[in-house]
């Protein structure tokens, strides 16, 4: 029996614990105590800001921002995987304004990392299977690379095991943007949803575009790119600036925007409402705009690339017929029509390889480098070419050199062994999809496919002129339509689906 007079009193902490508890998770500081808490807060943050540094107070909202970011990664998946890719899009527009002092490719790591570890914390607290979802040849040969990878810190052409550990934390957080993807897309809405998205921040991004080509850059963008002899040299050619948006650089703004035409066509051309459609038609004008405006020749040949498949696929329809025809006819009028516009000389130039300087430039460099490819089946190793190899191997006799494509790139750090391995991969994601194409019967599901099929081989007809498949923010679409692939045909015979796609015009 407790006795009140025996019952031992709260101590001063556990009453301030209370307190506590009762202001920030009961009323959520929605007081006069909880107001007048936060006013000493931003008070005391001022007045050390004042009197300490400036630069103090940068990192404080840094970190406020960042914890925020991390406790949404951590406790809604889907949210952090979207706010990930938000993030992606504008965190190069925001450092240019910062002079490129953010570290903005460990932010995009960091918030990929906790996403991937608030699933994780999910599956345990619900008992689910780890690898739900992940039984499919996509994972299979993707699994196979990463064992290819790991054998690597062997390779005796190799130097640095620092270079080696930073291309396997990248193809690690490739792998996890797959696996999020598997497991947010648990529903025809959540993928619907995420195509919104990503259409929406194109959409953003082509218009930036626009205002830059119609405007001009601002001020700090003309003094970003000034600062880098290089870098002017590269954007500002044949007396034109090419535009980068919000991106990193002209050639990943136009790869994304080239992608997000491709995938936009396709869907115009399949079974969805005339809302959609036209709704469709408005974020396509500013989208090829700023593809134009990009100057980026690969983005121009991908185009033709990803609709060759989806012609292929639909060949017997009247509609695709049509489509081909007006195609071709808006092609011959671009390439030999009487225009003297420069971003339509840079576009006709795609197609008159004899012309491009640097087309048979990259040529001779290929050709160059065959020989050691030949010589070495499993290649100098992860991060020996390019500036990374500067960095990382600067003794190698890669060092240096320019890998302009993405295949090259795999050749002569992984050998014609990861060559191979990688285009099995590409054939085993276009074979998974064209299967799951057919099988399925959502005429809803059936564009979408188109669609992503359509996307992914423009990537993969990129990635010979550029290394176009892995840079942020395009490597978020091109795994998460990986992930489309593998799922779309497990909602294809959802009755409210098969209703919606009765209704569809």
């Not at 050199?401 to 062994?417: K, Q, R």
Request: net charge positive; proline share 4%; hydrophobic share 50%.
């Amino acid at each position: 029996m407790n006795y009140p007079s025996l019952q031992k009193k709260p101590g001063i902490f556990q009453m301030l614990g209370r307190l506590v508890k009762q202001q920030i998770a009961e009323r959520r500081l929605h007081s006069v105590l909880g107001y007048t808490l936060l006013g000493l807060v931003a008070t005391a943050i001022a007045f050390a800001v004042a009197k300490i540094d400036e630069r103090l107070g940068i990192v404080i909202i840094a970190g406020l921002l960042g914890g925020t970011a991390a406790f949404i990664c951590l406790f809604n998946t889907k949210l952090g995987f979207y706010l990930t890719i938000i993030v992606s899009f504008f965190m190069f527009f925001a450092n240019r304004m910062m002079h490129d002092a953010l570290p903005v490719g460990a932010a995009i790591d960091v918030m990929i990392l906790f996403t991937f570890i608030g699933i994780y914390f999910r599956k345990t607290m619900l008992k689910e299977k780890y690898w739900q979802h992940s039984r499919n040849p996509i994972t299979a040969v993707y699994f196979l690379t990463l064992a290819y990878l790991l054998v690597q810190v062997f390779n005796p052409s190799m130097d640095s095991v620092a270079g080696w550990v930073f291309a396997i934390r990248k193809f690690i957080n490739f792998l996890m943007i797959f696996y999020i993807a598997l497991h947010i897309f648990d529903s025809y809405d959540n993928i619907k949803e995420f195509i919104k998205l990503w259409l929406g921040l194109c959409f953003v991004a082509g218009l930036y575009g626009c205002f830059q080509e119609w405007h001009g850059l601002l001020g700090f963008e003309e003094r970003w790119v000034n600062y880098d002899p290089l870098r002017y040299k590269l954007y500002f050619q044949a007396g034109h600036m090419r535009k980068f948006s919000i991106l990193s650089d002209p050639t990943a703004f136009g790869i994304l925007m080239a992608d997000a035409v491709i995938f936009i066509l396709v869907l115009i051309m399949g079974n969805i409402t005339r809302k959609m459609r036209n709704t469709l038609l408005v974020l396509l004008v500013p989208i090829v705009l700023g593809m134009a405006y990009s100057g980026t020749r690969t983005a121009n040949a991908m185009l033709p690339a990803g609709l060759i498949i989806f012609v292929l696929m639909t060949i017997t329809s009247k509609k695709t017929l049509a489509f081909t025809i007006a195609g071709v006819v808006v092609f011959i009028v671009v390439l030999f029509g009487p225009f003297h516009n420069p971003t339509i000389q840079r576009v006709r130039s795609t197609f008159m390889l004899s012309e491009d300087g640097s087309y048979n430039e990259r040529d001779i460099n290929r050709q160059s480098i065959q020989p050691y490819m030949l010589r070495h089946p499993i290649g100098g190793g992860p991060s020996t070419s390019g500036m990374m190899g500067l960095r990382y191997n600067p003794h190698h006799v890669l060092a240096g050199f320019p890998p302009d494509s993405g295949y090259l790139h795999t050749a002569i750090e992984l050998g014609w062994v990861g060559l191979a391995l990688t285009c099995l991969t590409y054939f085993i994601v276009m074979w998974t999809g064209i299967r799951n194409y057919y099988r399925s019967r959502s005429p809803e599901i059936k564009a979408v496919y188109l669609a992503v099929l359509a996307a992914l081989y423009g990537f993969m007809i990129a990635n010979y002129a550029q290394v176009a498949i892995g840079q942020v923010p395009g490597c978020f679409f091109f795994f998460a339509m990986l992930a489309m692939l593998v799922k779309l045909i497990t909602f294809d015979k959802e009755p409210e689906l098969q209703k919606n796609n009765n209704s569809s015009v």
